[in-house]
């Protein structure tokens, strides 16, 4: 429920696909605008994200001329009880796709912020 609602509201905020010609930069913009929707997203669902949606970032990688940047965050109830890590994937091309993850899975401590990027 959370992978689907998320991407619904993910595609509806953000684009259907992501531009074909995207580049790193395209995509931390990309990234940037999704932050915009978490308070929303987090209230629609009545749960609580760490960090904000969409969450933290290796940086984009370039894998066969394209771009892609994968983003991940904790998802919690409203008590705090752990529910599972939020994956978005923003790839040039293709439309953004999000996947939940048990709790517990790992997050490298070296990502950072998209906005860490620019």
């Not at 001329?65 to 705090?80: E, K, P, Q």
């Amino acid at each position: 429920m959370i992978s689907a609602t998320v991407t619904a509201r993910t595609r509806r905020h953000l684009v259907r696909r992501v531009a074909p010609d995207a580049n790193a930069e395209d995509l931390i913009s990309l990234a940037g605008k999704l932050g915009e929707e978490s308070d929303t997203i987090e209230r629609a669902l009545g749960l609580r994200f760490e960090p904000a949606y969409p969450g933290v970032t290796a940086g984009p990688q370039s894998i066969g001329g394209t771009y892609r940047l994968l983003l991940a965050c904790n998802v919690h109830d409203r008590g705090g009880t752990p529910i599972g890590v939020v994956f978005t994937a923003l790839i040039a091309g293709r439309a953004p796709q999000v996947s939940v993850a048990p709790a517990g899975a790992g997050i490298s401590g070296d990502w950072r912020s998209p906005g860490g990027f620019h």
